[in-house]
């Protein structure tokens, strides 16, 4: 089993930066790979950023140039920094996990996923 715990998510105003952590627990080696995904009211659910063993990054065209993903080995765990947040980034936000060869943005391939940190931008 994989346990992924986020923290960070609050409120912000139109232009706001925040950033999420994201510690895993348990059995860390079915974890190649981490990543983000969000979901808003409304709206289907979208991996935002993910990273592979190597470092390697993906983003989603919504968030390029805006959220930055990292990782700690050390500290089993992955950071997302979202910088120039406007309303439309308002959502809960997952942590992922999953063993993979290249860091996805699609979320069926992610099986292990956290309960998610809100994270809410007014204008």
């Known amino acids: 089993q994989v346990h992924l715990v986020e923290s960070g998510g609050g409120s912000v105003q139109n232009g706001g930066s925040l950033r999420l952590s994201c510690e895993a627990f348990?059995?860390?080696?079915?974890?190649?790979?981490m990543g983000w995904f969000r979901q808003a009211p409304g709206k289907e659910p979208e991996v935002v950023a993910a990273i592979d063993s190597d470092g390697n990054p993906a983003y989603a065209d919504s968030v390029k140039g805006r959220f930055t993903i990292s990782k700690d080995n050390a500290k089993n765990t992955v950071y997302l920094q979202m910088i120039s947040l406007n309303p439309e980034d308002t959502g809960s936000y997952h942590c992922?996990?999953?063993?993979?060869?290249?860091?996805?943005?699609?979320?069926?391939?992610?099986?292990?996923r956290g309960q998610g940190t809100q994270v809410t931008v007014s204008s």
């Open positions: 348990g059995d860390l080696y079915r974890v190649t790979c």
């Open positions: 992922a996990g999953d063993t993979c060869w290249v860091p996805s943005l699609d979320l069926n391939k992610w099986n292990y």
